[in-house]
């Protein structure tokens, strides 16, 4: 059931897409949390997860990731649709679109019923240069809506989890006001930076925006981020006669996160809300929604305001990304909650397997220079010679990342990135290998030599009447002819490559036990004769 719901928003994304080619966005809505709506358990889908943020031009990059979450049918993949079309035309002046222009991107549409499910990222990240001229890749997380009538508490608080952890900038969004049961919904995370501030002293979560929709007080607080300053600094007001419980998620809350602000924002109008075949043309929206957007989006996404995801007081690349949602889906595949330990400890587990990947490709990248793809053939010592220093080099570079879980905790991961360096060289030296011309020709080369050394002894049988050893040496030698037709006609054409393997080591065995043996003896038989006749000539 799940995937045909993850196709049918697949499919209806590329309907919004093709329905609005105007503006070319390029990239899709891809489901990379998958939901199981049976069982209530979340799995990652990594492959599709490495296909977005493991580009050649990504991966190194650092990212920002802005997340929009909070209950279903809400409009935040409509909202996400505003972002896309702010980052599409790179920040300009008329960013909003033209008033007739449909609105493309994250599958949405109108109704009661949710549409999203679990965690859906944009195929196609940003990249933007930042004031400092540093570029960064801004990935955009939708989510799937929380407290719908086929969600569990359980896969609420995971989707808000996941999607918060793995994000610089969470975007809360909320309806009408800002209720008490919508700051109960940080407690997991509240009490997991709790612990985590108490281990590595940093601030676990950066921006914490709340967005609260259809504002209907403008005389209370205008809409904004002003009036929505003053909103908040109300809702996180500590009073003496609350509970200990309430007034400890606010101070968790001011502590846990780099910086806290609220967004008011009024309701879209009437034709959005009530018509059932609304599209996102700007026509059909209040203008004070639309000049409300004008200011939120750039405060969000503008590159003089874009945060770049940190963790331990680092920053993240798009490569260190993934170690980090395949740690936290990970500890949330249980059919409880895990426990606020549990996620320090799968945190401090990616983040010295981010270090690992990040080291790891370094060396890898050293290593291609040197002896990849179109590099030529390199002399094994030279090339154990670079392993040796660019392997000293990555230890170093892990070694010096700021990392947590104490040095005994890393010492694993130290030995890991080892091992996997020596089997990475072991594919270079194969590579290098396949190189050498005299390499290649090795098995042809020893193939001949028994053909001719077959018929020659064969011939010399047969004139002295030793007809047994004969045909024995006259089979020797059609074996290494059907041998030598077989492996050529696999190196030709790529089939039965199992059997070429083993014509191969058949010839390598051949070539050190018998022919290069024998070639030693005659060189060494050959310098002896020539010392010989020296000795003679002096005396």
Same mark, same amino acid.
């Given at each position: 059931m799940e995937e045909l719901s993850n196709r049918k928003q697949m499919d209806s994304a590329e309907e919004n897409m093709s329905a609005g080619d105007s503006i070319g966005l390029n990239g899709r809505p891809i489901p990379v949390v998958l939901? +199981? #709506?049976?069982?209530?358990?979340?799995?990652?889908? /990594?492959?599709?997860?490495?296909?977005? *943020? *493991? $580009?050649?031009?990504?991966?190194? $990059?650092?990212?920002?990731?802005?997340?929009?979450?909070g209950a279903f049918r809400k409009g935040k993949s409509f909202l996400l649709n505003f972002f896309l079309r702010y980052l599409k035309s790179k920040g300009q002046d008329v960013w909003l679109g033209q008033e007739d222009q449909q609105l493309e991107g994250f599958s949405w549409r109108g109704g009661s019923e949710r549409h999203t499910t679990g965690i859906l990222i944009w195929s196609d990240p940003f990249i933007v240069t930042l004031p400092n001229g540093e570029e960064v890749a801004i990935v955009l997380l939708d989510t799937q809506g929380a407290f719908d009538s086929q969600s569990t508490v359980k896969d609420c608080a995971t989707v808000f989890a996941l999607s918060t952890m793995t994000s610089s900038v969470?975007?809360? +969004?909320? =309806?009408? +006001?800002? !209720?008490?049961?919508?700051? !109960?919904?940080? !407690? *997991?995370? =509240?009490? &997991?930076?709790?612990?985590a501030l108490e281990d590595t002293n940093s601030t676990p979560f950066q921006v914490l925006e709340f967005l609260v929709r259809d504002w209907s007080y403008p005389y209370e607080a205008d809409y @904004?981020? /002003?009036g929505g300053r003053n909103i908040l600094e109300r809702r996180l007001e500590i009073a003496d006669k609350q509970h200990e419980e309430l007034q400890n998620v606010r101070r968790h809350i001011k502590k846990c996160f780099e910086k806290t602000g609220c967004f008011l924002m009024p309701h879209p109008g009437m034709k959005v809300a009530t018509n059932p075949v609304f599209d996102g043309r700007l026509k059909d929206i209040e203008s004070d929604f639309k000049e409300q957007l004008k200011v939120l989006v750039p405060q969000l996404l503008d590159p003089t305001n874009l945060v770049v995801k940190k963790i331990n007081g680092a920053d993240v690349t798009a490569r260190e990304l993934v170690e980090y949602f395949k740690a936290y889906v990970n500890v949330f595949k249980s059919d409880e909650l895990p426990q606020p330990k549990s996620m320090l400890q799968a945190t401090a587990e990616a983040n010295n397997l981010a270090a690992v990947a990040t080291a790891k490709a370094l060396y890898q990248a050293e290593m291609e220079k040197i002896c990849g793809g179109s590099q030529p053939y390199l002399n094994p010592d030279e090339l154990e010679s670079h392993h040796q220093r660019f392997k000293e080099n990555c230890l170093e570079i892990?070694?010096?990342? $700021? $990392?947590?879980g104490g040095e005994e905790f890393s010492s694993a991961f130290a030995e890991q990135l080892d091992k996997e360096v020596e089997e990475a060289f072991e594919h270079f030296c194969e590579q290098n290998d396949s190189k050498n011309i005299f390499r290649a020709a090795q098995t042809p080369a020893t193939l001949f030599a028994v053909m001719v050394v077959s018929y020659v002894l064969s011939g010399?049988?047969?004139l002295l009447g030793m007809y047994t050893l004969a045909n024995i040496l006259t089979s020797v030698l059609w074996a290494s002819l059907v041998s030598l037709?077989?492996? #050529?006609?696999?190196? &030709? #054409? @790529?089939?039965?490559? /199992?059997v070429g393997t083993y014509i191969d080591l058949g010839a390598e065995v051949i070539?050190?036990?018998?022919? #290069?043996?024998? &070639?030693?003896k005659v060189v060494q038989k050959g310098v002896e004769h020539g010392m010989a006749n020296n000795r003679k000539k002096k005396n």
């Open positions: 939901v +199981n #709506s049976d069982d209530h358990t979340f799995e990652l889908d /990594e492959d599709a997860l490495r296909s977005v *943020l *493991l $580009k050649e031009h990504i991966q190194d $990059k650092k990212v920002v990731v802005v997340s929009v979450a969470q975007v809360y +969004n909320l =309806t009408q +006001n800002i !209720q008490e049961d919508d700051l !109960q919904h940080l !407690q *997991l995370f =509240t009490e &997991y930076g709790r612990l @904004g981020s /002003e892990f070694h010096a990342k $700021k $990392k947590m010399f049988f047969a037709c077989t492996w #050529s006609y696999i190196r &030709y #054409s @790529g089939q039965y490559r /199992e070539w050190e036990k018998v022919v #290069s043996q024998a &070639y030693m």
